[in-house]
């Protein structure tokens, strides 16, 4: 599979970066967790506990334009959301949305966790809904589809 380089940038508006939990600004932590809340709480009518323990250990892969969060990711280690290393918390602002700001996040999301974790795989627990896009990109389905939160999700894997 062909995936853009991280340098490559489809939206040349866009600056990205990642960092670990405790690089992370005040502000950059609050539109992030601000985004999140938009997104899977609000947007979506769904009430669970966001904050899981597990973003002081993430890297945290953010896109930005004028200020704003417009596109956002963790990546995890492998042994903590699962024995492979995990994406997670994959969002693009509304406002930004149809830009392909998505895919671009989850390629470098992939390559993120390829060069730091060489060897491992990755898995998702991706929305059941996003299970097509996730497999353009690389994921295929293992396992049967589940509920969590009240929204069917099904375990995806991207081999190494």
Partial sequence: MLMAPVGTNTDMSCRWNTVAF???SNNELYQIMRLRQ???IIEQNC???DLDGLDQTARHMLAWEDGALL???RALPPGCSY???SLGRI????????RQLGRELVQRGITHNLQHWPGSDIQIGAQAHLSQFYSSLGFKTVGQEYIEDGIPH???LFRA
Wanted: aromatic share 16%; with cysteine; hydrophobic share 45%.
């Fill in 22 to 24: 405790d690089d992370l």
């Fill in 38 to 40: 938009d997104i899977f």
């Fill in 47 to 49: 009430f669970y506990s």
């Fill in 71 to 73: 596109a956002y990711l």
């Fill in 83 to 85: 024995p492979q290393s």
């Fill in 91 to 98: 969002a693009v602002a509304d406002l930004a949305r149809g």
């Fill in 154 to 156: 099904c375990h995806m």
